[in-house]
């Protein structure tokens, strides 16, 4: 197995030759409150910018996916999950027109959803990729048209 130690995000331009080219691996994160609520954050940066959205990202090189996710979930949530606490969900595929850094190419994600249960306090959570964020009824959330339809897909089978 790679050493943890090695995982490394991208320079830039780099990242974005290797966006424009190849699908990139990520998790995101369904996160239920004991109200059975849905976590969502509204996006800051492209893709999927304006749109609320589940808390997520991707997994870098070398980096095994347990890790991953407990980065992930640290980074996203503030706190470290293990995925062992974490139901999975299935594999799904994000296409968007647009990229990290503009619209003049297409980001393609390969993405693995997990569901945790958490009750995490709003005010208390990063906002690098969220300005802002919510807990969200499932029903209000499905028939949302501010909810982006990626975030739709880990609850509603039929929509993917």
């Known amino acids: 197995m790679a050493d943890a130690n090695m995982a490394k995000k991208l320079p830039q331009e780099t990242f974005k030759t290797v966006v424009s080219?190849?699908?990139l691996v990520?998790?995101?994160l369904l996160v239920r409150n004991a109200s059975g609520e849905v976590l969502l954050g509204e996006r800051l940066n492209r893709p999927a910018q304006g749109f609320w959205f589940v808390p997520g990202g991707r997994i870098v090189k070398d980096e095994p996916l347990a890790r991953a996710f407990l980065r992930l979930t640290e980074e996203e949530l503030g706190v470290a999950v293990p995925m062992t606490q974490a139901e999975f969900l299935g594999p799904y595929e994000h296409f968007y027109?647009?990229?990290f850094s503009g619209e003049d190419f297409s980001t393609h994600y390969v993405v693995l959803g997990y569901a945790v249960e958490l009750d995490l306090d709003l005010a208390a959570l990063p906002n690098q990729q969220h300005g802002?964020?919510?807990?969200?009824q499932v029903d209000e959330?499905?028939?949302s048209p501010e909810v982006h339809k990626h975030s739709k897909w880990y609850l509603d089978a039929n929509a993917n």
Do not use: G, K
Not at 132 to 136: C, G, P, Q
């Open 21 to 23: 080219s190849t699908p």
């Open 26 to 28: 990520s998790i995101d």
């Open 97 to 99: 027109t647009d990229n």
């Open 132 to 136: 802002r964020y919510r807990w969200w």
């Open 141 to 143: 959330l499905l028939a």
